[in-house]
């Protein structure tokens, strides 16, 4: 009963094959090889439109780098006060990009909201040279609450932030599910809606280790080269990168697994219900929130149930986390199996 992370789960049998099949005789190191030229090309297609990719082997370096290249050392990045790159990064961003400065908005669900962008805009522009100046926007899609920003609500915020002067990115580590939820096309999600740079991730999904800052205007992206190389993370065996990414993308196994993430979410979301354990947010993809009484907190441990605990300022009106009680976080992979969630369910309801 592991609903700890998808990051928990193991690596997707296609994507090791992938990997062992990469693994004979000789290539050009440095991303050089015929497996990341050939990615390229199929990032492209897959988008619609010419860009530049840049492997990395974790998420938060494909943010850091990605926010990095986006926002001046003096500038703001305007993101939900709960985004992983707040929360989870350990500074990596601010680090990466030279003394950068998370501003953190709230939102209920995890999302942000027009109204509430535009005035933190206004209120981190101007007083210069004494005040940090936003730069850039990041949504996280899917959220920290698990909930997805709906194409429209992206081409929304998007449009408040160019109006501004501000680039758009978008930690997409679980763009997949995302995808899956909606129906939408990589392209409307991510360049058509606003988004100028992609934090694109694999990992979640199924890979071993392999992420990608994908930038929708190639003539923008050359000093990512360097960056990225600076940063320390130009994987010098970069086709093992590519040969993941190729597995994750070809006959879209992405969005199959994703889609087996989000249906295990919704079934044990539902079974919970069912039993007077509801979620926290709508469960939009793989992540189900719900609010456990201390002890059957303490039967699930007991039974050998992993899962994190979290705390947030984000709730819907009407919940309250009351002493004792806790705040559990659930998410589902692509290895998750029915018999996982019967079981889990069969120990919360004692």
């Given at each position: 009963m592991d609903f700890a992370s998808d990051n928990?789960?193991?690596?997707?049998?296609?994507?090791?094959?992938?990997?062992?099949?990469?693994?004979?005789?000789?290539?050009?190191?440095?991303?050089?090889?015929?497996?990341?030229?050939?990615?390229?090309?199929?990032?492209?297609?897959?988008?619609?439109?010419e860009l530049a990719v840049f492997l990395v082997a974790t998420g938060t370096a494909a943010n850091s780098l990605a926010l990095a290249h986006l926002t001046p050392p003096w500038g703001g990045v305007l993101c939900h006060t709960e985004a992983?790159?707040?929360?989870?990064?350990?500074?990596?961003?601010?680090?990466?990009?030279?003394?950068?400065?998370?501003?953190?908005?709230?939102?209920?669900?995890?999302?942000l909201e027009p109204a509430?962008?535009?005035?933190?805009?206004?209120?981190?522009?101007?007083?210069?040279?004494?005040?940090?100046?936003?730069?850039?926007?990041?949504?996280s899609?899917?959220?920290?609450?698990?909930?997805?920003?709906?194409?429209?609500?992206?081409?929304?915020?998007?449009?408040?932030?160019?109006?501004?002067?501000?680039?758009?990115?978008?930690?997409?580590?679980?763009?997949?599910?995302?995808?899956?939820?909606?129906?939408?096309?990589?392209?409307?999600?991510?360049?058509?809606?606003?988004?100028?740079?992609?934090?694109?991730?694999?990992?979640?999904?199924?890979a071993l280790a392999a992420e990608a800052v994908v930038i929708f205007d190639a003539k923008a992206a050359d000093a990512m080269h360097e960056r990225r190389k600076r940063g320390g993370h130009l994987v010098s065996k970069h086709r093992f990168l590519a040969a993941q990414f190729a597995?994750?993308?070809?006959?879209?196994?992405?969005?199959?697994w994703a889609s087996h993430a989000n249906r295990m979410a919704a079934r044990l979301a539902d079974e919970l219900a069912a039993r007077r354990l509801a979620p926290v947010w709508p469960v939009e993809a793989n992540l189900v929130f719900v609010v456990l009484p201390g002890a059957t907190d303490a039967r699930l441990r007991a039974a050998g149930a992993r899962y994190y605990a979290r705390a947030s300022q984000s709730l819907?009106?009407?919940?309250?986390?009351?002493?004792?009680?806790?705040?559990?976080?659930?998410?589902?992979s692509f290895a998750t199996t029915q018999a996982e969630i019967e079981r889990f369910v069969t120990v919360a309801a004692g």
């Open positions: 928990a789960a193991g690596v997707a049998p296609a994507v090791l094959d992938a990997i062992l099949g990469a693994n004979p005789g000789f290539a050009l190191g440095y991303g050089n090889d015929d497996l990341t030229h050939a990615l390229e090309r199929r990032m492209s297609t897959l988008f619609g439109r992983h790159i707040a929360t989870d990064e350990c500074g990596a961003p601010e680090f990466f990009g030279g003394g950068i400065k998370l501003i953190g908005l709230p939102g209920v669900g995890g999302k509430a962008l535009t005035a933190a805009i206004g209120h981190h522009s101007g007083h210069r040279p004494h005040a940090v100046q936003a730069r850039t926007l990041s949504l899609q899917v959220t920290e609450a698990g909930t997805v920003y709906t194409v429209e609500e992206v081409r929304a915020l998007a449009a408040v932030a160019h109006a501004h002067g501000l680039s758009v990115h978008m930690d997409g580590a679980r763009f997949a599910n995302a995808l899956a939820r909606l129906g939408a096309s990589p392209a409307a999600m991510s360049w058509q809606a606003g988004i100028d740079a992609l934090s694109f991730g694999a990992t979640k999904g199924g597995a994750f993308l070809a006959d879209d196994n992405w969005l199959a819907p009106d009407g919940i309250v986390i009351r002493d004792g009680d806790v705040l559990a976080r659930l998410v589902t």
